[in-house]
């Protein structure tokens, strides 16, 4: 089997690695409005209220730049690997360029003392800034990035499987109303996209994860849609209980198998399916 | 295959990115300095 996605270069593999991280996002971003903190805090010290709530707004616009521009990464690392994207295509990394110009503009005026239209044309500059170094938009990926993942008529036929089951997933997460077993869902559908994005990587290991694939996806649909349907009509604390620890099992396992996947080591990963099937049958779930 | 990047495309990009960067440097890191300084000493002076 031949792969369909070249083997990413040693920049390539840092980047997709820095893109899975859960907090961070473009390091610029987070990095240059560091002396914003101890702005904020001797603004209210000597309390000088504007220049407290400027250098504050200007702070979490930066903060929410550097999130919708690594969002805008992230779907575009998505698509190009997996062919397909959760998040919404809207453009994120232009919506982040405007936040960050709108920060240095808020700054540059109430704080600094600059006349307007140098404030907006600092602003401007940033916007620019922004722009050129994490790159305009590419809403048209989505139409593009089909055939990526499709020259390998088997490696897209079990990743559509799978993307199929991720929804259902997702679409179930979004009736359960309890925030934290939310975040729970939604952090185990990021691992079984990660999982994903190594098979599109990698072809090769469709072969050991193909258990992961029809074993542990599946059992973890059934699982969890299972739950957001007996949520709806009734709420028991021990069920509750009982499908927390499913999922805390499902995302350590989900992670152990990731890791596997990545070392190109096969061994224990049956066993560990298989512990996770039986657990899942233990609980009362399955 | 996936089809090779030219090289001029590449130089493009690593220019772009270059520019970007030192903008984003100039602009965000220098204004967020001179809030600082603006914020701690310009009572002072």
């Not at chain 1, 992961?212 to 973890?220: I, Q």
Request: net charge positive; hydrophobic share 50%; aromatic share 6%.
């Amino acid at each position: 089997m031949s792969a369909i996605v070249p083997e990413p270069s040693l920049i390539g593999h840092l980047r997709q690695y820095w893109l899975r991280l859960p907090v961070v996002g473009p390091l610029l971003l987070l990095v240059l409005p560091i002396p914003l903190i101890p702005s904020i805090f001797i603004a209210l010290a000597r309390g000088n209220f504007v220049n407290f709530l400027t250098a504050l707004t200007a702070w979490l616009l930066l903060l929410g730049a550097a999130w919708c521009v690594r969002r805008g990464l992230v779907h575009e690392a998505q698509l190009q690997r997996l062919g397909w994207s959760r998040s919404a295509p809207l453009p994120w990394k232009t919506l982040g360029a405007v936040a960050a110009g709108l920060a240095t503009g808020l700054c540059s005026v109430f704080i600094i003392g600059q006349s307007v239209p140098a404030s907006i044309a600092v602003g401007l500059t940033t916007l620019a800034g922004v722009v050129l170094n994490y790159r305009p938009d590419r809403l048209f990926l989505r139409a593009r990035a089909g055939p990526l993942v499709s020259r390998n008529r088997e490696v897209a036929d079990a990743l559509e499987e799978a993307r199929r089951k991720i929804d259902s997933i997702d679409s179930a997460r979004a009736q359960i109303r309890n925030s934290e077993l939310q975040r729970r869902i939604h952090r185990i559908i990021g691992q079984a996209m990660d999982i994903l994005a190594t098979i599109a990587d990698d072809p090769v290991t469709l072969g050991r994860a193909r258990r992961f694939l029809k074993v542990y996806l599946d059992g973890t649909q059934r699982v969890i849609e299972g739950y957001a349907r007996i949520h709806r009509d009734q709420r028991t604390g021990q069920l509750e209980d009982n499908f927390r620890n499913v999922l805390v099992t499902i995302e350590d396992t989900f992670g152990e198998q990731q890791r596997t996947l990545r070392r190109k080591d096969a061994l224990d990963l049956d066993v560990q399916i298989e512990v996770l099937a039986k657990q899942l049958e233990n609980e009362g779930v399955l | 295959m996936a089809k090779e990047r030219l090289p001029g495309v590449i130089l493009q990009r690593s220019l772009q990115k270059s520019l970007g960067t030192l903008i984003l440097c100039a602009t965000v890191g220098l204004t967020c300095i001179q809030v600082l300084f603006y914020v701690a000493f310009a009572a002072a002076l």
